[in-house]
């Protein structure tokens, strides 16, 4: 049971470049996130999947699309990267009984 | 949409000394109210939580009140040890499995 996986751990992009940031979960959940950390700043939503087919938009949604391939799988892209979204990215998951949200290990994104 | 406060933003204290932490929200419909630890380099983890039908709740050293009307909730933490040494950010949502809210963390340091 590896939970919350995402892919790849760190990258290097130049700007313009575009890239698509993997989260995977294997724990049944229904509903998934990507939010975006910076310092001082917290970590704040970028977009969520309540359930498969669905997405909406977070609170820093320009720039980045997504895609809730399938229960277990929801992706980031970014298709014109900007120094600005040089962040760590977080994926996480929620479900089960108590619906407690569950994060990945995260992906450090340097856009030069 | 909710915004959630929290203070201080940097917390210093001698291992065996407690730590408080406090945050306030905007929503009165949030019902939910996570605590979740960092640690550098690392994802977040769920700490403790709470629902808005309890105004306390205990686990270990950790605790955690809640004020509806004032709509103020606090981490407790008894007996620090320098292994409580991180980062922890409060959140509030209207629901257990909807997308978090996060203050920006406080940066906690417990020295021997």
């Known amino acids: 049971n590896a939970g919350v996986t995402q892919t790849p751990k760190f990258q290097v992009l130049k700007t313009g470049q575009s890239m698509t940031l993997q989260c995977a979960q294997d724990?049944?959940?229904?509903?998934m996130y990507w939010y975006r950390q910076d310092p001082g700043m917290g970590l704040r939503l970028i977009y969520y999947?309540?359930?498969?087919?669905?997405?909406d938009k977070g609170e820093v949604p320009n720039g980045y699309n997504v895609s809730r391939l399938n229960k277990r799988e929801f992706s980031l892209r970014l298709e014109s990267a900007a120094p600005s979204q040089t962040s760590v990215y977080f994926c996480?998951?929620?479900?089960?009984?108590?619906?407690?949200?569950?994060f990945g290990p995260g992906t450090r994104l340097l856009v030069l | 949409g909710e915004n959630v406060e929290q203070h201080p933003s940097t917390l210093s204290v001698q291992e065996g000394d407690s730590a408080v932490i406090k945050c306030t929200y905007s929503?009165?419909?949030?019902?939910?109210f996570p605590w979740y630890k960092q640690e550098l380099g690392k994802r977040p983890q769920l700490i403790i939580d709470?629902?808005?039908?309890?105004g306390e709740k205990k686990d270990q050293r950790i605790a955690v009140t809640l004020n509806k009307t004032a709509k103020h909730f606090s981490l407790h933490i008894t007996e620090t040890q320098p292994e409580d040494s991180a980062v922890y950010f409060c959140?509030?949502?209207?629901?257990?499995?909807?997308?978090?809210?996060f203050g920006k963390g406080t940066s906690l340091l417990v020295t021997p």
């Open positions: 996480a998951s929620s479900g089960g009984a108590r619906e407690t949200q569950y």
């Open positions: 724990m049944n959940h229904n509903s």
């Open positions: 999947s309540a359930s498969e087919g669905t997405t």
């Open positions: 929503d009165s419909a949030s019902n939910y």
């Open positions: 709470i629902r808005s039908n309890v």
């Open positions: 959140a509030a949502t209207r629901h257990p499995g909807y997308a978090l809210n």
